[in-house]
């Protein structure tokens, strides 16, 4: 049992170990907040309030493939929502 959770704290980051069609609807989340090419920004300055918003690099190849498949996704949905029966 033990090398069971050693796979656990070993296994690479999702977006390493499969394509982003594999992956959840909540890891395509993950991956706009989590990834290396995304870094959560506030705005500074004085009296400034906002709410943090999440950036990353839309050009970065890994970028660019979650980016058509949750596109690919919310297509795929309002298609559904239009023509359940589609």
Same mark, same amino acid.
């Given at each position: &049992?033990?090398?069971?959770? /050693?796979?656990? =704290?070993?296994?690479?980051? @999702?977006? *390493?170990?499969? #394509?982003?069609? $594999?992956?959840?609807?909540? %890891?395509?989340?993950? @991956?706009?907040?989590?990834?290396?090419?995304?870094? &959560?920004? !506030?705005? !500074?300055?004085?009296?400034?309030?906002?709410? #943090? =918003?999440? =950036?990353?690099?839309?050009? /970065?190849?890994? =970028?660019?493939?979650? $980016?058509? $498949?949750?596109?690919? *996704?919310?297509?795929?949905? *309002?298609? %559904? /929502?239009?023509?359940?029966?589609?």
């Amino acid at each position: &049992m033990p090398w069971l959770l /050693a796979l656990f =704290v070993f296994a690479g980051p @999702f977006w *390493r170990e499969k #394509p982003a069609g $594999e992956w959840t609807d909540i %890891q395509l989340s993950q @991956f706009f907040v989590e990834s290396p090419w995304a870094k &959560m920004a !506030t705005a !500074t300055g004085k009296g400034s309030l906002s709410a #943090p =918003v999440a =950036v990353y690099i839309a050009s /970065a190849g890994p =970028v660019e493939l979650a $980016e058509r $498949e949750r596109e690919r *996704r919310v297509a795929l949905r *309002r298609k %559904q /929502a239009n023509d359940p029966l589609a």
